[in-house]
């Protein structure tokens, strides 16, 4: 895939695109390569960093071993962007020879010396030996287990951490060639084996976050994907009803459990995403009610409070999709004078059904109740409603300005 430099501006900030063609320029962008639809290079900067890229048509995949993480593309991927735009067809040439000098040779290669290479190579390159594993486990069986899978992934994890148990900083477990595996799936169009292997690698990414120092969020992101892909999959699939119940119970299972609890937005992403016909809405209703708060505990217990919220509102969703009306209204006039986002939801319920003026008493009645500097929300929400001459349009703009403003000087 040639990109232009406009579409490459639009896959990173403005910063990192100026570096990266400052990076092309002088030079950085060394041993670039395409070898098939991934592309790879060294670029030198404060260390030497590598860059590897998959494109599909439409479709980018990037990574790059630098810390960057603040949005877009990095500089390093920018600059091999760049490098490959301009030098798209002799990049494109040279790996397309690579590929046919291979396929020629293992066309009148012995299958004996085949395996006895591979052998030795899997003897001197462990990586190597699992990636292979992985990717041919399924010949000759046709059953799908997962455990097999995350026995292989947790290898990538004993492989970084050495003879250490922690993943120190930094040290980024490659989860490459299992995500290669699963593309093959879907491309194949076997999308619940796919499910299977995104599965096994979220699972064992939340399984060993107490071993890795993740403040940079990249073990968080690659579980994000894994999940999201895991939905995607699950969605694409085509299952009735039925073959959905045991993926509904194993996400709602994991939303329960919590554990990590910074992971549990991500299954309850996932259920809303899977759970679109009202027949697999109402079963997660089912799974649901026995776990319902009689009430909100105090905001002193904040982590019972949020517990306690979070399964209310995943409560109010489904009501809301199956549109109940009644079991709607009947559970949010139980709680929107205790939480703001409550009392928000409310009011945009009540604009939706076309009922402006109870929307607008709802959203009063928050400001007056709840600290100023949370009612942020309801003041923007009450604005579309106001008139422009109105004191109230006045006061709620100024309100409006001194919470920005609070909120600047806080940031600073």
Known sequence: MKLTLDEI?????????????????QGRVIDLEQFGKKIR???????????????????IEASCTCPYNWG???????????????????????????????????????????????MAEFGANLSLRDHFTIFFSDRGSKRRNIHNYKKEINLLYREAAGRHV??????????????????????????LEAASIYQALSEVIAENMGNVDDSDGYYGGEFEQAIENFTNCINEAGLDHKGKKGYIDYLFGKYMKNDPDYFQEHYDYALREICQPSQDLEYWKGLLEPHLPRNLPHHSQWSKYYQAKELLAM????????????????????????DRE???????????????KEAVKIAEEGINIFPDHLTKGLRRFLSKFYK????KYKENLVALFLQDRNGMTMRI
């Open 9 to 25: 501006r639009e896959l990173c900030t403005e910063s990192s695109y100026e570096r990266g063609l400052e990076y092309f320029h």
């Open 41 to 59: 290079a060294t670029v030198a900067g404060t260390s030497d960093y590598k860059v590897a890229i998959r494109a599909d048509k439409e479709d």
């Open 72 to 118: 877009g593309y990095c500089k390093h991927i920018v600059a091999t962007l760049i490098a490959l735009s301009t030098n798209y067809h002799k990049v494109k040439r040279d790996g397309e020879k690579k590929e046919q000098k291979i396929e020629a040779i293992l066309n009148n290669l012995p299958l004996y010396e085949l395996k006895g290479f591979l």
């Open 166 to 191: 922690f993943i120190e900083y930094g040290v980024e477990v490659d989860f490459s060639y299992i995500c290669d595996l699963a593309y093959r799936y879907i491309k194949g169009g076997n999308f």
């Open 315 to 338: 409560q109010l969703h489904i009501l809301d999709r199956l549109d109940d009306v009644e079991g709607f209204y009947g559970l949010i006039q139980r709680y929107y004078l205790k």
């Open 342 to 356: 409550f009392c928000l939801l409310y009011a945009n319920r009540l604009k939706k059904d076309g009922k402006a």
């Open 388 to 391: 422009r001459r109105s004191p």
